[in-house]
């Protein structure tokens, strides 16, 4: 889920206390791990006057396949557990269901997406990252990121400055 209040920024960080939400990066790499496939149709229900209610199973768009392969080799699925994938596979049915007409269901797909991290806008307010492989803080293929932002040349650490004054008292 998104964190509320403004969207961070890059840059030198330049609080005393460390972030609670702080920026999980994750090696820029497509995911080609385990993945669940997808249902080769979705039920598709609606009321005839004369019948009654009616339901009828339809195969998925050619469109929504072509989407799941691009948000299931995203490089953040490595954070995901089964959960996070059965949510996925349900939004899938929801982008069918866009991607065959029925656009009342747009604005929850649009949420979803959200909640996936499918664009730069939402893994930004998801607080991820994607890091280059050859990056020296990427060698893991998730890190967490909990590095302090590096000091300016010019400013003296305060355990260096109380070593230095509690080595000089008598």
């Given at each position: 889920m998104a964190v509320t209040g403004r969207k961070p920024k890059d840059g030198p960080k330049r609080n005393r206390v460390?972030?609670?939400?702080?920026?999980?990066?994750?090696?820029?790499q497509p995911y080609?791990?385990?993945?669940?496939?997808?249902p080769e149709a979705r039920r598709v229900e609606w009321t005839d006057r004369e019948l009654g209610r009616q339901s009828d199973m339809q195969p998925l768009q050619s469109i929504t396949r072509q989407w799941w392969d691009r948000v299931a080799s995203m490089p953040h699925c490595v954070l995901w557990?089964?959960?996070d994938w059965q949510y996925a596979v349900t939004t899938a049915l929801v982008a069918d269901a866009v991607f065959a007409g029925d656009v009342r269901l747009a604005g929850e797909l649009r949420q979803r997406e959200r909640?996936?991290?499918?664009?730069?806008?939402?893994?930004?307010?998801?607080?991820?990252?994607?890091?280059p492989l050859e990056d020296e803080s990427a060698e893991g293929e998730v890190t967490e990121s909990?590095?302090?932002a590096?000091?300016?040349?010019?400013v003296t650490r305060l355990s260096e400055r109380r070593a230095r004054?509690?080595?000089d008292a008598p």
């Open positions: 460390a972030a609670v939400h702080d920026w999980t990066t994750v090696v820029d080609d791990g385990p993945r669940p496939t997808l557990s089964d959960a909640v996936l991290g499918t664009t730069l806008d939402a893994r930004r307010d998801l607080r991820i990252r994607y890091v909990t590095s302090k590096s000091a300016p040349q010019n004054l509690t080595a």
